[in-house]
């Protein structure tokens, strides 16, 4: 299984980006999928999931600005983010897990099987 990752950069503080998981397997569907970050000196951080049936799981820091979905038909997971802080700033992970369906919590994602090769994000005047 293959994650690709893209749609990081640098934003100033208030700003969007758009991030994108591209994954290679065509039952991902059927998979608990997220995103997990990592802000240098910090531990990676799950913060946003979803699970087969759609429903989500997210980090309370993130709640109203953030927001998850996919596209089964293009098999690409998004990460919408708005009103990005400087402390967004870090490494996004696309994650992923068959096995995980019905356990697919933020606090449980740093812990997937399949992890993309990250994306950076900056938030910064």
């Known amino acids: 299984v293959q994650l690709v990752e893209s749609g990081g950069g640098l934003v100033q503080p208030g700003g969007s980006l758009r991030l994108s998981c591209a994954i290679s397997?065509?039952?991902?569907?059927?998979?608990?999928m997220g995103w997990v970050r990592q802000a240098p000196g910090k531990e990676r951080e799950g913060i946003y999931g979803?699970?087969?049936?759609?429903?989500?799981s997210y980090l309370d820091s993130v709640k109203g600005r953030f927001s998850i979905s996919k596209d089964n038909a293009k098999n690409i997971l998004y990460l919408e983010m708005n009103s990005l802080r400087p402390e967004d700033t870090a490494m996004y992970y696309c994650?992923?897990?068959?096995?995980?369906?019905?356990?697919?919590?933020?606090?449980?994602?740093?812990?997937?099987?399949?992890w993309g090769q990250g994306t950076q994000v900056t938030v910064s005047s």
């Open positions: 397997e065509y039952r991902y569907s059927t998979y608990c």
């Open positions: 994650v992923a897990d068959p096995s995980a369906r019905g356990y697919c919590y933020s606090s449980r994602l740093r812990y997937l099987r399949y």
């Open positions: 979803i699970d087969s049936d759609g429903s989500t």
